[in-house]
């Protein structure tokens, strides 16, 4: 049987200290589903996430600690399986790290506050960046726009 989970007195939308919590902490919190991608780096299965072909217009925050990490202005339609991103929110709403394991020269994403396995970032992604945030569904929490017309990031808005 699943432990009994602890509330999250971690997840905060707006407050944006570092949190800095051992996966011991972590796993008495969050759901296993949860935990195995965000603390011990897993992968859901291509095409299983609930946000892959998700369109509506709003912000996604990390599961893990509540720190906004994307929003629908900067998803994009990818064939990969994974809700796919050409940039994050804010530069530093996400940290990065080389990831070599499985023989793969890759490039590892994490949340910027809390240091969550996200995904995965990929040069092969469309203009402007380029780029092709690749991420799991599961640690992701979406929020709907009050007010579509807000929802951009800030290279949209310094335009
Ligand atoms: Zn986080």
Redesign the pocket.
């Known amino acids: 049987m699943e432990p009994v989970k602890t509330s999250n007195p971690f997840y905060s939308t707006t407050d944006t200290s570092k ?1 800095d919590v051992p996966n011991t902490e972590w796993n008495k919190i969050l759901p296993r589903e949860v935990y195995d991608i965000a603390r011990e780096k897993g992968t859901e299965r291509a095409f299983s996430g609930k946000y892959n072909t998700h369109k509506e217009v709003g912000t996604y925050y ?1 599961a ?2 509540g ?1 906004p990490l994307f929003n629908s202005n900067g998803k994009f339609e990818s064939s990969c399986g994974w809700p796919s991103f050409f940039e994050p929110i804010k530069k530093g709403s996400i940290i990065y790290a080389p990831d070599n394991s499985h023989d793969m020269k890759r490039t590892e994403v994490m ?1 910027g ?2 240091k ?1 396995h996200l995904g995965h970032v990929f040069e092969d992604g469309p203009p402007p960046t380029g780029l092709r945030y690749c991420i799991n569904s599961v640690i992701l929490d979406f929020e709907k726009a009050k007010d579509a017309a807000k929802n951009y990031t800030d290279s949209q808005l310094s335009k």
């Open positions: 949190v990390c893990v600690c720190n949340c506050r809390c969550s």
